[in-house]
């Protein structure tokens, strides 16, 4: 028996229906559902407010994920703000090539960037709905998940002492390093992929330069251009795994950004400084299941998938709308349908975006190989999206997302 099990029947230990962990998108989108319902839970986060609201991240949000966040009283400030996106253009063998995904399926993308909308998230759990939550704990603990009586302890900041928390279940929303998904990771099977390459993600200080996602298909290596806002744009340069952010001075990324998004007609980049440089080494996992007795997890805590396709973040909102549902049906009604279906539903999902998400990467990629049987296979799969009607509406359901209503 663990110290925080043993004292769960103390004065001291607070008690709360639901804890969630972690103050991202998924546990912010459970935390707000369940206090809708009347449900009391408890999000504890190991960062300051400051920090989550101001941490630069995914910003393509897909259709039903923004309807799903209506449906909920959740976006507000994003059906306000941001910029509706309704084709893209991809640019290979020195031409461009504008894909208007809307016209195919009545479909569009929201730019969004997730600090906004985290930052409203914790606003309408914390100040508008009056959620409890605990920002800057250390180091968090899940005790006692396959029990009838989970708690979850952690360290306060201000008193240096371990508080536990007793409750009914715990919603693991503490992304890929996160405390949840190691507590089970004895028990979990987990399935990883590498794609051998890195992008190197920058944010610049200049306008898009041009009305749409870009993306360059080059024998030199993808790049890539996505719009945040009218004066902040996000660069991605496909680059070596592991490789230094040192080695790209400013002078070295636009001018890789100019070739490999070049092409004939195309407005010059618009250049800015570089506020932000980091490489991504482009990988995948999926963890499975997604749920441990009354531990259920949400988000990259139980899935990552390479920014390859814009899947992450959309992941994570799904996750949270069908456990946020779940659990308030079951504290509530007694129905634990939910619950019991919500790893297996949650996996289909997953799988299908990791599966398009492989397939875009060779898209991207493959022109870049230094193979040349799949620099002319890539060619041809990107020609097929512009001669086949079939091709191309097939790609556009992927690209724009296949879930359910929610």
């Given amino acids: 028996m663990t110290d925080a099990s043993r004292h769960a029947d103390s004065p001291a230990t607070q008690r709360f229906s639901v804890v969630v962990v972690g103050a991202g998108p998924a546990g912010l989108t459970v935390g707000c559902v369940l206090r809708a319902a009347g449900v009391d839970c408890l999000v504890l986060e190991t960062e300051t407010r400051e920090f989550v609201e101001r941490r630069p991240r995914a910003g393509v949000i897909e259709e039903p994920a923004v309807r799903g966040l209506e449906r909920r009283g959740l976006a507000g400030n994003l059906l306000e703000r941001a910029q509706r996106h309704t084709a893209c253009e991809f640019r290979f063998d020195g031409e461009r090539h504008r894909f208007a995904y809307q016209?195919?399926?009545?479909?569009?993308?929201?730019?969004?960037?997730?600090?906004?909308?985290?930052?409203?998230?914790?606003?309408?759990?914390?100040?508008?709905?009056?959620?409890?939550?605990?920002?800057?704990?250390?180091?968090?603990?899940?005790?006692?998940?396959?029990?009838?009586?989970?708690?979850?302890?952690?360290?306060?900041?201000?008193?240096?002492?371990?508080?536990?928390?007793?409750?009914?279940?715990?919603?693991?929303?503490?992304?890929?390093?996160?405390?949840?998904?190691?507590?089970?990771?004895?028990?979990?099977?987990?399935?990883?992929?590498?794609?051998?390459?890195?992008?190197?993600?920058?944010?610049?200080?200049?306008?898009?330069?041009?009305?749409?996602?870009?993306?360059?298909?080059?024998?030199?290596?993808?790049?890539?251009?996505?719009?945040?806002?009218?004066?902040?744009?996000?660069?991605?340069?496909?680059?070596?795994?592991?490789?230094?952010?040192?080695?790209?001075?400013?002078?070295?990324?636009?001018?890789?950004?100019?070739?490999?998004?070049?092409?004939?007609?195309?407005?010059?980049?618009?250049?800015?400084?570089?506020?932000?440089?980091?490489?991504?080494?482009?990988?995948?996992?999926?963890?499975?299941?997604?749920?441990?007795?009354?531990?259920?997890l949400a988000g990259d805590a139980a899935h990552l998938v390479a920014p390859i396709a814009a899947k992450g973040l959309n992941l994570a909102l799904y996750d949270a709308f069908a456990l946020g549902d779940a659990l308030a049906d079951r504290l509530l009604k007694g129905d634990g349908t939910g619950l019991e279906g919500y790893s297996a539903s949650c996996l289909r999902r997953v799988w299908d975006y990791q599966e398009f998400s492989q397939w875009l990467s060779e898209l991207y990629h493959g022109s870049a190989a230094g193979d040349p049987f799949r620099a002319g296979t890539t060619l041809a799969r990107l020609r097929r999206l512009f001669s086949s009607p079939a091709a191309a509406a097939a790609f556009a359901e992927r690209y724009l997302g296949t879930a359910e209503r929610y």
């Fill in 103 to 296: 016209e195919l399926t009545g479909r569009r993308h929201w730019v969004y960037p997730q600090q906004f909308l985290v930052t409203d998230l914790v606003r309408e759990y914390a100040d508008v709905r009056g959620g409890a939550i605990r920002f800057g704990v250390r180091d968090v603990r899940p005790h006692g998940p396959d029990g009838d009586r989970p708690s979850v302890s952690y360290v306060c900041p201000e008193s240096g002492r371990r508080e536990v928390v007793a409750c009914e279940f715990v919603a693991g929303c503490d992304g890929a390093r996160g405390v949840t998904r190691s507590a089970v990771a004895e028990r979990a099977r987990v399935a990883r992929h590498d794609y051998g390459i890195g992008w190197l993600a920058l944010l610049a200080e200049a306008p898009p330069s041009a009305d749409c996602v870009l993306f360059g298909c080059h024998p030199d290596g993808f790049a890539g251009q996505m719009p945040r806002s009218p004066e902040v744009t996000r660069y991605y340069l496909q680059c070596p795994p592991g490789d230094d952010p040192g080695n790209w001075p400013h002078e070295r990324v636009w001018t890789e950004l100019r070739r490999r998004l070049g092409a004939a007609g195309a407005e010059p980049l618009t250049e800015g400084r570089l506020i932000e440089k980091r490489v991504l080494d482009m990988h995948d996992y999926v963890t499975e299941p997604m749920a441990f007795g009354r531990l259920f």
